[in-house]
């Protein structure tokens, strides 16, 4: 399934950019134009829009990954890793063994997640590299855990992704998404979306510069597949035990799946 369509990769049909309709030979290209502009600000913004949440939402995310603190050896595959908040969360929270690749499709966010990784000392634990989500780069049966943190939803063809993840899982290992999702609290998914449409494009424009990366931020949660249908399809890519844990009523959700 690509972000919204029900179409083989190649046949270059409409899909969602946003609210807008795009083809899906661009829709990566656009997707890569907002992050290189918003990547030395995007620390900054992620504080200021989420009002510091989105630190406990992925201090949680990374206690689920299970790392030893202990000698034994890890490996992590962290992608859309970004500014690196996931993989140093996770290097610094773990044993000596526990190794991470960062892997990101865009080389300004790399670059600003290689800056924090280097200041941290973690550059012989965190090793960052280029790559896309729908084609990564490493043989099957590598990782011990796969993350991917409010980044899946930036991917053309997410069934492609999911079937990436499990490719590149050992046997017993566990695929972790943390992404926005359906609020599922009367109330609070109003001021949620009053929030998101009113507040967070202003706050783009004052703080970086611009308010369009951020349309397409709010925009493009609305687009993404609830709680219950994104654990299907993560289901359909081969994983099993899927489970679900809301993050502050459903506005953000944890899934995860185990390939056995
Ligand atoms: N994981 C980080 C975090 O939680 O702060 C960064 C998330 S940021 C919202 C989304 C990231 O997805 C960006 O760094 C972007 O470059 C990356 N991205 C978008 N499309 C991608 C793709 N097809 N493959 C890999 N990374 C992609």
């Known amino acids: 399934m690509s972000n919204d369509t029900n179409t083989p990769p190649g046949s270059d049909n409409t899909t969602s950019f946003g609210f807008r ?35 406990l939402w992925k201090t949680e995310f990374v206690s689920m990954i299970g790392a030893p603190r202990g000698d034994r050896p890890f490996r992590l595959l962290d992608v859309a890793g970004g500014t690196g908040d996931i993989a140093i969360r996770y290097a610094e929270s773990s044993g000596p063994n526990a190794t991470a690749v960062l892997s990101d499709i865009s ?25 896309n989500a729908e084609a990564l780069p490493f043989p099957d049966g590598t990782f ?44 609070l998914d109003r001021l949620y979306d009053f929030h998101s449409f009113e507040v967070i494009p202003r706050l783009g424009q004052i703080a970086a510069g611009s308010a369009d990366p951020y349309r397409y931020l709010v925009e493009s949660i609305r687009r993404f597949p609830n709680q219950e249908k ?25 899934h995860s799946g185990w390939k056995i």
């Open 21 to 55: 309709a795009v083809r899906e030979s661009e829709r990566q290209g656009l997707v890569n134009a907002v992050f290189s502009s918003v990547a030395s600000r995007y620390d900054l913004m992620n504080d200021l829009m989420s009002g510091g949440l989105h630190r």
């Open 107 to 131: 080389p300004q966010m790399l670059e600003e997640g290689r800056t924090k990784v280097a200041a941290k000392g973690l550059g012989e634990r965190i090793r960052l590299t280029q790559g």
């Open 144 to 187: 011990d855990a796969y993350t991917i943190a409010f980044g899946i939803r930036n991917v053309t063809h997410i069934d492609v992704a999911l079937k990436e993840a499990y490719r590149v899982l050992k046997i017993g290992g566990r695929f972790l998404c943390l992404e926005f999702s359906e609020c599922q609290v009367p109330i």
């Open 230 to 254: 994104f654990a299907g399809m993560i289901r359909e890519a081969g994983f099993e035990r899927v489970s679900v844990r809301n993050l502050t009523g459903g506005i953000a959700a944890i």
